[in-house]
Every structure is written in structure tokens, then in C-alpha cells.
């Protein structure tokens, strides 16, 4: 049935593609005449599906959890680029406004697949589809994964069972509630065989423990000091160890593996946004940080970077903070990955060009474009590879020198300032740098597994041990290249630091900061600290959306 799906992932992506005005109460396909009852089964679940490539993209969800935080920073790139009235800016300072485009695009994206679960829960059991009941679970455990993205970002969840009735809000305990009874629901009827593209039993039990480790955060959202509960950290315990114990995954000795164009079969990846239909594949979250002058892909001379964000240096500083006089792309391969081993000057086939990975630092080379191409070598074959400078931006005296200072200032929003991140690898079919790409966007993975379990130990049973073993459980797991130091002591400092490091780029930052008491300390550019804006605005269309109805969709404090 798998393979049934992705194809009309497919068609459904073309269709909407074509939709800038489509309706949401169409998506029943119960209502489409011809189609097989198998069909109708396939194409809802696809559709509830189908919103994970705008929602897993580079400036919506993507946007919310890392450019908030202090990983990442997008400043006006040469005063102009980038600007987009401000949002990217006030996303970073936490000048977060209801009008923000991204943050009413986010929130669309998950109410659409809020709605289409609702949809297919409603006209799955009215087919005689064998598995009905568990194909019901699966997309229940879908909607309480959106709705735990909506809690964590908007403090609010819609609980709706009957697509002709209206939505309840709920909050704080009560949304919790709904969303771990929904997925308890579904643990034990959804089967292992689904993943990792679709939400399986093991996606499930990470969810649980992911809920249950920020239980604190989630019921009491502007607390002082969360107050973690041991029964809660005993849970996440508890589903930690099943997903671990269930022998399915194992941790990748190769880091970046993970992020390549074919890591669906990664035996680390619990639950991912699955890219392999070449229509709903993007490429956004490898090109946006690259330079414009970086072009990845021989045989294709406009696929190239955007200048988007830079790491700032108050994370960069962390890295070097751990490992001291080492560097740390020699001390812990998560940091770097050397694929690119050229004199100041070389000739190259195609093919054999590949790109530096993981954190990117200093100047940069590669192909070398010009109005008609990439630079041929003398033997008119091979490609020279040189220094890589701002041609795109008519600056050829300009060379691409990646530097740890990034900031607001004119000099810090340089094309070249921060080091910049490619941790998934440049999709080879992405012709335009944007589109087309392979790798499986990572939503859950068993490394989260251990860290999470490390966490709930030192919150919960004081297990120190344990801890500190599930901490280097992962950090001795990567021996493809070199492997990181073992740790010798462990607290929650150290372990929020591990997490950056392990998690870098992957849309967890933002919810880890503010679970470790660290969203409203001070960074690059940034130094509001009120507590309130560890949940976004609700968008004002949506507001004005509710506005018929007295009471019923409130704006959360603070805006």
C-alpha cells in the first residue's frame, strides 16, 4: 500500500499545485465517484500527508524553531536580501508580530493537516477496507502530531471529531490530555511496517516521550521555573526504552548519513517527511544557508545557495568552548564533514565534486561560474575548481569567506558573514538549487531517543549513571571518520549543549531552549526576555476568521 500512497502524494501535490483557492471541506474523497474503495482509503490518508513539503520548509517551520533561537541568524544580506519587511529580523529578536507571514503560513499548514486527518478519520470507517481500524489509528496519531506541533508553537490545540461540527480550543493540561490520549489510542493499533515516512507504532512512542518530556513547559507554558514531574519523566523513560529496546533502529555510525539524498533506509530514522516523489521533493533546507556563489551540482549551473542564514557565534562559540585547543572539526564528526580536498587551484570531473558538509568556515571554493557556464579546464573536460568569489552579487573582487561575526550591523550582514550550515546533502536532481530534493527530512530519530532518556533521568529518578551512558551511547556511535571524546560528568548545562550539537539544524532548538530555561537569556542581536514569547501570536486571519463567533479564538498574552 505504501507505494500506492506516495503515488498519489503525488497526484494530490499536482492537483493542489494547480489550486491556489481550494477548499478544505472537498478533501472527503468519499465524494469523488469512481474511485475503488481502496482509493478512497489511500487517497485521504495521502492527503493528510500532503502539507508536511510547505510546512517542512525553510521559512515556515524551519523559520519558527531555528531563527528564533540562537543557532541561526538572517540579517539583511548586503542591506537589501532578505529583508522581506523585517519578519526575519523580528523572528530573531523576538519581536514576533500577528501579520508575520511565516508565522500565519506555519500555522495554516497545520490546521490544513489538522483537517484533513479529521476527513479521513470520518471516511475511512465508512469503506470495507480490511485494516480499517488501524488505518483510523494512523491518521489519529497524524492529527495528535499536528496538534502537538500547534500546542508547542501556538500554546492552543482544535479538538475536532466530526468534521460538521465546530472546533473546541483547548489549552495548557487539557491539550495535553487530548494529545496523549490520542496517541495512546493509537499505539497499539498502528504497526511497525509504515515507517519511517508515515507515522508508525515507534513514531508514535517518540512522540509520548517527546509530549511527555515537555509536560512541564506544555501545562504551565509561563511558569518561573517548570516543575518536572517524576511520573512524567518516568514515561519518557518508559517509551524511550520500547523504541530502543524494539531492536528496529540503530544509531548511524556515519553522522551525516542521515542527511543524505539516500537516507530513507538510515537505520536511525524513526519518522521523516519522506521527499522521494520527485513532485513534492524541495531542496530549501541545503541551499538556504549557502552562498549564491556556491553551485553543488556540475550539471546544473543554476542550482546554487541564497545567502540565507549564518550560524551566530554564540552557538559557534560553544563548540569551541567544549573542545578548547582542538579544533572541533577534528575533535566531533557531527561538526564537519571533508569531502573536498583541492589545491588553491585544480581541475575536476563532475562527478568527483562533492561539497563540504556540516559547518562551513572560512573561504570557500568550487566551481567557478561565468555567463556561459562553469570554467572548463585546458582539456575542455573537467571543471576548474578554485576560490570561490561574489560573482552573483557583480563582485568578482569580493571573495566568499565565511566569518564567525554576523550581526545587523552593515558590516556583519556581508554576503559572507557567519559560517554557514550544509548538513542534508545538495540534492543531485535539484536544478534550480529549490526543488527536487531526495533526502528524507528528519522528524525523530533513535539519537533523540537516548538524549531524551539521558534527560528524563537527571529531571526525574537522579540517575546519573544512566545518564551520562546514554549521552555517550550516541557520541561513541559515530566511528565512521573520527569519534568524539567519551564525557566524564553530565548536568543539565552539559546536556543542553550535547543537544546542539547532535540536533544542530533539525528544528528542534527553539523547544529545547525554552524546556532548559534558556529562551529569554540574551544572544547575537537579540536581548528581549519576556516569557510570553515562548509561544508565537495567533495569526490575525485567523482571528478575523473567528470574529463571527464572541469568545471563542482568544489572541495568547503579550500581543
Same mark, same amino acid.
Given at each position: 500500500?505504501?507505494?500506492?500512497?506516495?503515488?498519489?502524494?503525488?497526484?494530490?501535490?499536482?492537483?493542489?499545485?494547480?489550486?491556489?483557492?481550494?477548499?478544505?471541506?472537498?478533501?472527503?474523497?468519499?465524494?469523488?465517484?469512481?474511485?475503488?474503495?481502496?482509493?478512497?482509503?489511500?487517497?485521504?490518508?495521502?492527503?493528510?500527508?500532503?502539507?508536511?513539503?510547505?510546512?517542512?520548509?525553510?521559512?515556515?517551520?524551519?523559520?519558527?524553531?531555528?531563527?528564533?533561537?540562537?543557532?541561526?541568524?538572517?540579517?539583511?544580506?548586503?542591506?537589501?536580501?532578505?529583508?522581506?519587511?523585517?519578519?526575519?529580523?523580528?523572528?530573531?529578536?523576538?519581536?514576533?508580530?500577528?501579520?508575520?507571514?511565516?508565522?500565519?503560513?506555519?500555522?495554516?499548514?497545520?490546521?490544513?493537516?489538522?483537517?484533513?486527518?479529521?476527513?479521513?478519520?470520518?471516511?475511512?470507517?465508512?469503506?470495507?477496507?480490511?485494516?480499517?481500524?488501524?488505518?483510523?489509528?494512523?491518521?489519529?496519531?497524524?492529527?495528535?502530531?499536528?496538534?502537538?506541533?500547534?500546542?508547542?508553537?501556538?500554546?492552543?490545540?482544535?479538538?475536532?471529531?466530526?468534521?460538521?461540527?465546530?472546533?473546541?480550543?483547548?489549552?495548557?493540561?487539557?491539550?495535553?490530555?487530548?494529545?496523549?490520549?490520542?496517541?495512546?489510542?493509537?499505539?497499539?493499533?498502528?504497526?511497525?511496517?509504515?515507517?519511517?515516512?508515515?507515522?508508525?507504532?515507534?513514531?508514535?512512542?517518540?512522540?509520548?516521550?517527546?509530549?511527555?518530556?515537555?509536560?512541564?513547559?506544555?501545562?504551565?507554558?509561563?511558569?518561573?521555573?517548570?516543575?518536572?514531574?517524576?511520573?512524567?519523566?518516568?514515561?519518557?523513560?518508559?517509551?524511550?526504552?520500547?523504541?530502543?529496546?524494539?531492536?528496529?533502529?540503530?544509531?548511524?555510525?556515519?553522522?551525516?548519513?542521515?542527511?543524505?539524498?539516500?537516507?530513507?533506509?538510515?537505520?536511525?530514522?524513526?519518522?521523516?517527511?519522506?521527499?522521494?516523489?520527485?513532485?513534492?521533493?524541495?531542496?530549501?533546507?541545503?541551499?538556504?544557508?549557502?552562498?549564491?556563489?556556491?553551485?553543488?551540482?556540475?550539471?546544473?549551473?543554476?542550482?546554487?545557495?541564497?545567502?540565507?542564514?549564518?550560524?551566530?557565534?554564540?552557538?559557534?562559540?560553544?563548540?569551541?568552548?567544549?573542545?578548547?585547543?582542538?579544533?572541533?572539526?577534528?575533535?566531533?564528526?557531527?561538526?564537519?564533514?571533508?569531502?573536498?580536498?583541492?589545491?588553491?587551484?585544480?581541475?575536476?570531473?563532475?562527478?568527483?565534486?562533492?561539497?563540504?558538509?556540516?559547518?562551513?568556515?572560512?573561504?570557500?571554493?568550487?566551481?567557478?561560474?561565468?555567463?556561459?557556464?562553469?570554467?572548463?579546464?585546458?582539456?575542455?573536460?573537467?571543471?576548474?575548481? !578554485? %576560490?570561490? #568569489? *561574489?560573482?552573483? $552579487?557583480?563582485?568578482? &573582487?569580493?571573495?566568499?569567506?565565511?566569518? +564567525?561575526?554576523? =550581526?545587523?550591523?552593515?558590516?556583519?550582514?556581508?554576503?559572507?558573514?557567519?559560517?554557514?550550515?550544509?548538513?542534508?546533502?545538495? !540534492? %543531485?536532481? #535539484? *536544478?534550480?538549487? $529549490?526543488?527536487?530534493? &531526495?533526502?528524507?527530512?528528519?522528524?525523530? +530519530?533513535?539519537? =533523540?531517543?537516548?538524549?531524551?532518556?539521558?534527560?528524563?533521568?537527571?529531571?526525574?529518578?537522579?540517575?546519573?549513571?544512566?545518564?551520562?551512558?546514554?549521552?555517550?551511547?550516541? $557520541?561513541?556511535?559515530?566511528?565512521?571518520?573520527?569519534?568524539?571524546?567519551?564525557?566524564?560528568?553530565?548536568?543539565?548545562?552539559?546536556?543542553?549543549?550535547?543537544?546542539?550539537?547532535?540536533?544542530?539544524?533539525?528544528?528542534?532548538?527553539?523547544?529545547?531552549?525554552?524546556?532548559?530555561?534558556?529562551?529569554?537569556?540574551?544572544?547575537?542581536?537579540?536581548?528581549?526576555?519576556?516569557?510570553?514569547?515562548?509561544?508565537?501570536?495567533?495569526?490575525?486571519?485567523?482571528?478575523?476568521?473567528?470574529?463571527?463567533?464572541?469568545?471563542?479564538?482568544?489572541?495568547?498574552?503579550?500581543?
Amino acid at each position: 500500500m505504501k507505494k500506492s500512497i506516495i503515488f498519489l502524494f503525488t497526484l494530490i501535490m499536482v492537483f493542489l499545485g494547480s489550486c491556489t483557492d481550494l477548499q478544505e471541506d472537498i478533501l472527503d474523497e468519499t465524494s469523488v465517484t469512481g474511485l475503488s474503495q481502496n482509493e478512497i482509503v489511500e487517497g485521504n490518508i495521502a492527503a493528510a500527508y500532503a502539507v508536511f513539503p510547505n510546512l517542512f520548509n525553510h521559512v515556515n517551520y524551519f523559520n519558527l524553531q531555528e531563527i528564533s533561537t540562537d543557532e541561526a541568524i538572517l540579517p539583511f544580506r548586503g542591506g537589501t536580501d532578505w529583508g522581506d519587511n523585517g519578519i526575519f529580523v523580528g523572528m530573531h529578536t523576538h519581536n514576533f508580530i500577528t501579520t508575520d507571514p511565516r508565522i500565519r503560513d506555519t500555522w495554516n499548514q497545520i490546521m490544513r493537516g489538522i483537517s484533513r486527518c479529521v476527513s479521513a478519520i470520518d471516511a475511512i470507517p465508512r469503506t470495507n477496507e480490511p485494516n480499517v481500524e488501524a488505518f483510523v489509528a494512523e491518521m489519529r496519531a497524524l492529527k495528535a502530531y499536528y496538534s502537538l506541533l500547534s500546542l508547542d508553537l501556538y500554546g492552543l490545540v482544535f479538538v475536532k471529531e466530526d468534521p460538521n461540527e465546530r472546533s473546541v480550543v483547548v489549552r495548557g493540561a487539557d491539550a495535553f490530555n487530548y494529545i496523549e490520549s490520542e496517541l495512546l489510542y493509537a499505539e497499539n493499533l498502528v504497526p511497525s511496517s509504515i515507517g519511517p515516512g508515515r507515522v508508525s507504532k515507534e513514531a508514535i512512542q517518540g512522540l509520548l516521550a517527546r509530549l511527555y518530556l515537555n509536560a512541564a513547559v506544555y501545562k504551565d507554558r509561563y511558569a518561573a521555573q517548570f516543575n518536572f514531574q517524576q511520573t512524567d519523566m518516568t514515561k519518557v523513560i518508559e517509551y524511550c526504552d520500547k523504541v530502543i529496546n524494539s531492536g528496529k533502529f540503530r544509531l548511524s555510525a556515519d553522522y551525516f548519513d542521515m542527511f543524505d539524498d539516500e537516507n530513507h533506509t538510515n537505520p536511525e530514522l524513526i519518522f521523516v517527511y519522506d521527499q522521494r516523489a520527485e513532485l513534492n521533493g524541495h531542496n530549501r533546507l541545503a541551499y538556504f544557508s549557502l552562498s549564491g556563489d556556491q553551485f553543488p551540482l556540475a550539471n546544473f549551473p543554476n542550482a546554487n545557495g541564497t545567502d540565507g542564514p549564518g550560524m551566530t557565534s554564540d552557538f559557534y562559540d560553544t563548540w569551541t568552548s567544549a573542545y578548547g585547543d582542538v579544533d572541533p572539526a577534528k575533535a566531533d564528526p557531527r561538526f564537519f564533514e571533508e569531502n573536498l580536498i583541492i589545491p588553491a587551484d585544480s581541475c575536476m570531473s563532475g562527478p568527483s565534486f562533492k561539497m563540504n558538509r556540516g559547518i562551513l568556515r572560512g573561504q570557500q571554493y568550487g566551481f567557478i561560474r561565468n555567463p556561459n557556464g562553469f570554467q572548463r579546464c585546458d582539456d575542455g573536460v573537467n571543471f576548474r575548481i !578554485g %576560490k570561490l #568569489s *561574489s560573482r552573483t $552579487r557583480a563582485r568578482p &573582487d569580493l571573495l566568499v569567506n565565511f566569518t +564567525r561575526e554576523i =550581526d545587523y550591523t552593515t558590516q556583519g550582514s556581508l554576503y559572507s558573514t557567519g559560517y554557514r550550515v550544509l548538513k542534508y546533502e545538495f !540534492g %543531485k536532481k #535539484s *536544478s534550480s538549487g $529549490r526543488n527536487l530534493g &531526495d533526502a528524507d527530512i528528519v522528524l525523530i +530519530r533513535l539519537a =533523540d531517543m537516548y538524549l531524551m532518556r539521558a534527560e528524563a533521568k537527571l529531571r526525574g529518578t537522579g540517575d546519573r549513571a544512566g545518564a551520562l551512558a546514554d549521552l555517550n551511547a550516541v $557520541r561513541a556511535a559515530r566511528t565512521a571518520r573520527i569519534t568524539a571524546p567519551l564525557l566524564s560528568e553530565i548536568n543539565l548545562d552539559i546536556l543542553f549543549r550535547e543537544r546542539g550539537f547532535e540536533f544542530y539544524w533539525e528544528m528542534l532548538r527553539r523547544t529545547d531552549m525554552i524546556r532548559f530555561g534558556k529562551f529569554e537569556d540574551p544572544w547575537t542581536e537579540k536581548t528581549d526576555s519576556d516569557p510570553l514569547k515562548r509561544i508565537f501570536p495567533i495569526p490575525q486571519t485567523a482571528l478575523d476568521g473567528a470574529s463571527n463567533i464572541p469568545g471563542y479564538l482568544e489572541q495568547n498574552p503579550g500581543y
